[in-house]
């Protein structure tokens, strides 16, 4: 199984960014599919996730401003940021809770991390 992330960039302070990751391989049902992030010097932090049973999380600082969807059939999570801020700047890493085969248990897996850049 792999994750495939996409869509960083730098922008300017306002801007819009919407990043897409795609599972791929041997995936019998995906629980969950999420979006962390880590800057520089701080820990990861979840920003965004999404799950068949718990609905959506979003972190505090990005309410109203960051959107998760999910394509099911294209096993995609999106995460769309709008309005931008410089303290947003960090690593995105994607991550899902994915079952490979019918009898085995979920386990959790990370995209490579896709680097945006916020500039004032």
């Known amino acids: 199984v792999q994750l495939q992330a996409s869509g960083g960039g730098l922008v300017q302070a306002g801007g819009s960014l919407r990043l897409s990751c795609v599972a791929s391989g041997s995936i019998f049902d995906i629980n969950g599919m999420g979006w962390y992030r880590q800057a520089p010097g701080k820990q990861r932090e979840l920003v965004a996730d999404i799950k068949n049973s718990d609905g959506i999380y979003y972190l505090d600082s990005v309410k109203g401003r960051f959107t998760i969807s999910r394509d099911n059939a294209k096993n995609t999570v999106f995460l769309g940021m709008n309005s931008l801020k410089p303290e947003d700047t960090a690593v995105y890493y994607c991550?899902?809770?994915?079952?490979?085969?019918?009898?085995?248990?979920?386990?959790?897996?990370w995209g490579q991390g896709t680097l945006v850049t916020v500039s004032s």
């Open positions: 991550n899902a809770g994915i079952k490979e085969y019918s009898g085995s248990s979920y386990s959790n897996y």
